[in-house]
Structures are given as C-alpha cells and as structure tokens.
C-alpha cells in the first residue's frame, strides 16, 4: 500500500459519514446475465454425463485399482484447483488414502526424485488433514542442508514447493527455507517467464495456495489451464460448465441479499454504517462455494450484514453507555429489553431478533437447537468490544472481529452429516484452538490494513496501535511485528487442523476457509470490505466478467 492509495482511500472515506457509499448500489438487483449458447439443462446433464468420464481417471483398466501416486496427486491436486473437488469427494478420498498409504509403506518410492509430486503430495495431504512428516523433502537437500542449487531454475518444482511449504507449524526450520529458497529464485526468474506460468509465479508471491480462497484460484487457473499442452479436454469442459452453473447460482442469491439489504438497511437507517452487501457475498463465496451449501452461504452474509450494524455502531458512533445499554440488550435477547435503548437504535435491536427468528425458521425441527449456540455467540461478540494491555488485547479483539460467531452462523445452514451437535459444542465457548487461531488472523490483517490506510477517528485502538503505545516502537515495527504475529497464527492454524477429529475436520475446513479469504480482502493492506474499490476487480471476475464454454 502506498502513500497515492493510501491517499485515494481516504478520499473514499466520506467526510459527513464514517463511510463511502456502495460502490454497487443496486446494480445486482437489476442486472441481468447475458444468454448462454446452451441451457441450464442442457449444461446440467452434459456436466453428469462428463463426471462419470473423469471418475474413471482414478482406476486403472481394470476399474479396481487406484492409479499410481504420480497421477492421483496430480488428478487431484487439478480437480481442486479446477472447482470440481465437489463433485468426486469419495473419489478423492480413496486418492489421498492411496498416496498417504504409499508413503508410509515405501516411503523412497514416493515422489522419488520428482520434487514437483513430493511437495504437491505433502501439501494437499496435510490440506486433507493427514500429518506427513518434512523427511520426504530431504532428498532434495544437499549436504549442507540447503535446498539443491539444480532446482533452482525449474518454477514448476519450485511453485509446489513453495505452496507446499505454507503447510508449516511452528518449529518447521525445513519449510522456512524452503519458503526463503523458492521465494528468492521465483522472483528471480518472474518476468522471464512465460504464460501461464508467469501468472502462477505472479499470483503464488501474492497468495500460495494454501491462503488464496479456492473459487477466485478457480477463476483464475481455468484459462490457464487450458494453455497448458497437458491439459485434460474433459477435465477442463467439466470445469467451464460448472463455473457457468455456480455463476447462475451465485447471481441468483446475489439478487435475493440485494434485496433482502436494501429494505433492512433503509429499515434499520443508521446512515453512519458501511453499506456492502455485495463486498459481504464475495467474502461468503469466497469461503463457502459449493452448490449444496446455498443456505450456509445466505445465513452467513446475512448475519455479517447484521454484525457490520452492530460493529459500526459499537466502533464508531455510539457513546459509551449506548454501547453498554446495546450490550445489555443482546445479553437479555428480548424485544422488551428495546425500552431501554437509545431512539436511533431501537429499529437495529429489532431488526436482529426477527432476522434470527428467519434463521430459525429455515432450519429443520431436528436442528433448531442450534439457534441457542448462535444467540450465545451474539451475545458473547456484544460482550467482547473493550480495550485492555496489549497481549489481552490480541486474545480479546480476535473473538471482537466476529469471526468465531459466523464461522458458527454459516455451520447453521449445512446439514446433518457435517453440522452435528458435536461440532456446535465444539464451535462454542470457550472458542478452540483452530478458531481462536482463524480469528486472529482475520484480526491482524484488518488491523494492518486499517493502519495503513488510516482509521476513522471513533474507531477503537488496533493491536498495531496497541503495539506502539506499550513497546514504545514506530509504526513500522509494529506493523512487522504483527505481520509476524499473523505469520504464526498460519502455522497454528495449520497444525491445529491437523490435530482435530476427523469428524470435525469439516468445520475446521470452514475456519480456513474463512482465513484464507481475510488474506485475499486485505492483500497487500487493503480492505476490500470497507473501500469497496478495492474489491471491485474481484467482484467482477467472479460474478460477471464471461466465461466460454
């Protein structure tokens, strides 16, 4: 970020209101797609004819035997980077069951002296959950126990490896200079390479995969896909045909949050508020995007929308004792407690009851208990918006960012065979480890990008300006220092997903998920959420810009 957008950003920021307005408005509740060469139906059931096409990419002849791990990591690694995961998770499971196994059992064999399947095996095993040990890179060390000078000019191994080395926990020295090492050689050769790998080596020192949310690495890697003289026709016709489904999907519930924002916004009418409704659905498709989960999807942009009232209110406007009076009022979570809050406010308290009221009303008789986890999540986010030392600071302003009460609210719209009562006592207070670790993330980057682009004046202390204050350091320092702070709670993050339950890793995934799009709407410290500019390029190449078929 410099000082010009710097600079821009503050213009943005209206001076008579704490923000701009959208930059949308209602462009999405009037626009219309252009036609498509074929139908929905038509797409539909050329989409299944071609699944079962690429379902037999995971056997060998005989149809019983699963391919070897060369090809299982790269059909898999492919299919999650194409969007298609979806649709073959029992497939995939088997394929990583079979590349984990393999390791175990003949651990020279696996990725051998091919660094490209080592590091993208290592990488999506621990994606899935499965610890593999950093030993498997080992042999591309030398007896120094830096990483071959022989691999330093060819990107393809050194992509993989530098994705695969944000899979690290703490204490991983290995994946530390294998991030130092790929790093420094990819930017060495980036600009000397050519399409589509320049944009991969490009993207990759912006976002590694592990941290770059799996629908805009969709969008971004199908035409460069289908530039690469490897490519599989059906792989990549499968691809485009479900992005044109899930783009239908996605314009449709785009269309209904427009509308369902635009009368609780003018309803509520507290003008001082962020209006972004649509920077809110990209951050929802961002970490949830699959078809299934359209509730999941609605209920969380929902609720953020709700949340953004209360945090603009509670951060920039209201005084003191409104904020305590608003508190009290969600502990006690009841229309008479409305009595007692301040005029401007009443239409907001109001508001939040009878949308939670809708949630619950979507939700099935045996899955309305999980409305008391997501009360007392509300009340409990009310509860956290106070500013003490800063290591109490750092613990309290991750649950304040929300993110631990909508990780719950979007586990509200799955269903039973992921979204069990385990999972919500698990989600619950006290929040864990994974959780605490995913919002803190969420916290360091806005707290990075609101530095830099400079906080409106109402605005609580940050941990950067905490930071300042109690280590007597410049702001610099304290941004690095909490870009390190951010860079470690990656790594708990990782780790913390591979300790938990299987039957929990689903709602671990979300938390991920949820991380990984923080780190794409604050890129490089911005705030694609409160400057709606800066998100716009991202809104239009999901929701709008074209895609052949």
Known sequence: MDATSAAAAAVEMDAGAAFAPSVWGDFFVTYVPPPTERSEEWIRERAEQLKRLVHRMFFLEDGEAVVGVAKAVALVDTLERLGLDSLFRDDIAVAISHAHLAGEEWPEYVGYDDLHVAATRFRLLRQHGIWVSTAVLDKFRDGTGSFSASLSSDPRALLSLYHAAHMAVPGEATLDDAIAFARRHLETMNGELQSPVAEQVARALDHPLPRFTRLLETMRYLPEYAQEETHDGTLLELARLKSHIMRSIHLRELKALSLWWRDVYNAVNLKYCRDRMVEVYLWSCGMIPEEEHSRARLLFAKTFGIVSFLDDTFDVHATIEECHSLNEAFQRWDESAVSALPEYLCMLYIKTLSNFKEFEDLLEPQEKYRMSYAKKAEAQWTNDKYE?????????????????????????????????QEVFEWMSVPVPDTVRAGALIGRFLNDISSYKLGKNKKDMGSTVECYKLEKGSTGEEAVAAIAAMNEHMWRVLNQTYMEVDRALLPAAQ??????????????????????????KDLVKALFLDPIPL
């Open 510 to 535: 979300l938390v991920v998920s949820i991380a990984r799009t923080c780190e794409v709407i604050y890129l490089r410290g911005w705030d694609g959420y409160t400057f709606g500019s800066h998100a």
């Open 388 to 420: 003490p030392s800063f290591e109490e600071h750092v613990e309290l302003s991750g649950m304040s960012t929300g993110l631990p009460m909508l990780n719950l609210m979007a586990l509200m719209g799955y269903d039973e065979t992921i979204a069990t």
